[in-house]
């Protein structure tokens, strides 16, 4: 079945540490997304993919990093330089046409701070 | 500025009909959307209106838009307790590439 695979579903980081979310698709889709939820709070987009090797700053890009070498793959670095990063971890994609396009989550990762 | 807001909470009884209200400020947006949410688990997308629509209809689901006071709704006939999630309204800037806004979300919580 096609569909978006994040992991892990738990990560646990501790100070000063980088630590690094998977989110692989088999959907074929151009786009990808990466947003953060905080409880009570809507998601708020991280950054995101339009095609390979290429990506862009969203709302609230600051302490974190990805890349994109791979259609499928699209992994999130939250960096040290992050102060807050407990929050719920969602990974989407689309299939990158412009208007009207649907996204498609995975089950997200839920980060802590030891 | 673009802002999407949402009540944060409706509790209704199995059978009845649920209301889940939206309001948005831009008014350059092309689509609205409604995804669910389950606990612990990513959004699914419901159903979804283009701007120049004022309802739609998909079997429980009905989305009614009114663009003048920017304000869109999402009705789900006869909820049952398994529609327990919660619900996030987004809507599609006119910025020439797909990103959404989302509201808070509203947890809708039905009781048998």
């Known amino acids: 079945d096609g569909g978006i695979t994040q992991s892990p579903k738990y990560l646990f980081r501790k100070e000063g540490q980088n630590v690094t979310l998977s989110c692989e698709q088999n959907l074929n889709h151009d786009a990808m997304y990466w947003y953060r939820q905080d409880p009570g709070q809507g998601l708020r987009l991280i950054y995101y993919?339009?095609?390979?090797?290429?990506?862009q700053k969203g709302d609230i890009a600051e302490g974190y990093s990805v890349s994109r070498e791979k259609k499928e793959s699209f992994p999130l670095t939250v960096t040290s330089a992050q102060k807050n990063p407990t929050a719920f971890y969602l990974c989407a994609s689309s299939m990158g046409q412009g208007f009207g396009e649907k996204l498609f989550f995975g089950s997200g990762t839920q980060l802590s701070v030891l | 500025g673009e802002d999407v807001e949402q009540s944060l909470f409706l509790s209704v009884r199995e059978g009845d009909s649920s209301v889940i209200n939206c309001t948005y400020t831009d008014s350059s947006s092309t689509y609205l959307y409604w995804y669910k949410q389950e606990p612990g688990a990513g959004l699914q997308l419901l159903t979804y209106?283009?701007?120049?629509?004022d309802m739609k209809q998909d079997q429980r689901l009905t989305v009614l838009l009114n663009k003048k006071d920017k304000h869109l709704s999402l009705r789900i006939a006869d909820t049952q307790t398994g529609d327990s999630a919660i619900y996030f309204c987004?809507?599609?800037?006119?910025?020439?590439?797909?990103?959404?806004?989302f509201g808070k979300g509203t947890m809708l919580l039905v009781s048998p």
């Open positions: 993919s339009q095609i390979v090797n290429d990506f």
């Open positions: 209106i283009f701007s120049n629509m």
């Open positions: 987004a809507e599609e800037m006119n910025s020439g590439y797909s990103t959404l806004t």
